[in-house]
Nanobody, 123 residues
């Protein structure tokens, strides 16, 4: 079983900054993708940023140029630096990790989520 634990988040005024962090633990053989998604009230969960091992980071259109993802696929950690925050960034942010779990003889894919952390941008 793979667990993702998030930290950071909170309340900030428009134009401010926050940093979210996430660490994956458990029976991880290899993590291939780590990233963040968010879900605002009444809306579907959407991609914020995601990084595949050895690949270019993908950002949601609304956060490009403001958010930066830092992923370490070997240390199983991912952080999201959020700058120039706007009220529309208010949402619950979820960490996501995808990879392989189990013994080498019987590896299985996993797609795990953190519990979510609230980010509120308001004056």
């Amino acid at each position: 079983q793979v667990q993702l634990v998030e930290s950071g988040g909170g309340s900030v005024q428009p134009g401010g900054s926050l940093r979210l962090s996430c660490a994956a633990s458990g029976n991880i053989w290899r993590i291939n993708v780590m990233g963040w998604y968010r879900q605002a009230p009444g809306k579907e969960r959407e991609l914020v940023a995601s990084s595949g091992r050895g690949l270019v980071t993908n950002y949601g259109n609304s956060v490009k140029g403001r958010f930066t993802l830092f992923a370490d696929h070997d240390k199983n950690t991912v952080s999201l630096q959020m700058n120039s925050l706007r009220p529309e960034d208010t949402a619950v942010y979820f960490c996501n990790g995808q990879g392989l779990t189990g013994p080498v003889s019987s590896l299985k894919p996993f797609d795990s989520w953190g519990q979510g952390t609230q980010v509120t941008v308001s004056s």
